[in-house]
């Protein structure tokens, strides 16, 4: 009497047997390491932040991070006011303050060190914080180590590039030129969505500074003075020959400023 024998797709169940013992006995043959291992899938990046309110978003190695008013005064134990600024903004130059936010400590000390660099400019980030409850803090750590401080709500004003569409300090773009008999000064600086840059030079001594170097620069002489639009052409000049002093001796004078609401500022000397 013949076998029979149930045919699948093709094949007979004798068949598919034999294939499977086959199989099972080279995997058992093999190591541990070399069995075929579950795929992994990474975790999806997200915010350190320690306490609750903080937000985060990162991409391509760069983080922005939003601290809440509630997290400000939660880390420092202060209300946020117009008397308190000044001692929160101190307190911030202390990197345990960031540790406490979240941040990893060589975020923290970058991040304290801008805070240092740049308060009357954190100040005046936490004023304004003051009169909006849905203002918060923007940290922005670049890839090159650079740190930024701004303000907003929502992560729709940043571009990919970690650029902030409202400038920074009110101002998206600021270019000067001075003429000298033995040379010229000139600074550009570009915070305008489309990328942070900067540049430096200064034919007279032959120095010349680019990119996060003279951003870093430029932001921390900005962080000295106060620019807006509606200020009149001498106190403008006034203002920035306090961060960009001009040496006596200079024939030409240039100046253009692209301020954040949109108005532009041009003016010849």
């Known amino acids: 009497m013949k076998k029979k024998y149930w045919i699948i797709g093709g094949c007979s169940i004798a068949a598919l047997l034999l294939v ?24 999806a990046t997200s915010a350190n932040n320690a306490v609750t309110g903080g937000s985060n978003s990162s991409e391509t190695g760069k983080q922005i991070v939003l601290v809440s008013r509630e997290d400000i005064e939660q880390v420092t134990g202060m209300s946020i006011s117009i008397e308190n600024a000044g001692s929160i903004a101190s307190k911030f130059q202390d990197s345990g303050m960031w540790v406490k936010l979240g941040f990893t400590e060589d975020e923290s000390e970058r991040i304290a060190a801008r805070a240092q660099q740049s308060s009357e400019q954190l100040r005046g980030i936490l004023k304004s914080l003051t009169h909006n409850n849905h203002l918060q803090l923007k940290i922005i750590l670049l890839p090159d180590g650079h740190v930024n401080l701004g303000k907003g709500n929502s992560y729709a004003d940043y571009n990919g590039n970690g650029a902030s569409t409202d400038g920074y300090a009110g101002i998206n773009q600021l270019e000067i030129e001075v003429e000298y008999i033995n040379g010229d000064y000139q600074l550009e600086y570009k915070n305008n969505g489309y990328g942070i840059d900067g540049e430096i030079e200064d034919e007279r001594t032959g120095s010349k500074l680019k990119g996060s170097s003279a951003v870093a620069e430029i932001e921390a002489q900005l962080d000295l003075i106060s620019l807006s639009p509606d200020m009149s052409s001498e106190a ?12 006596s001796g200079w024939q030409k004078y240039e100046v253009e400023i692209h301020f954040s609401d949109g108005t532009v500022f041009e003016y010849r000397r």
């Open 20 to 43: 499977a013992l086959l199989g099972y006995g080279v995997y058992a043959m093999m190591t541990p390491s070399e069995q075929p291992q579950p795929a992994v899938v990474p975790e």
């Open 236 to 247: 403008i000049f006034a203002e920035l020959d306090k961060a960009f002093p001009v040496a």
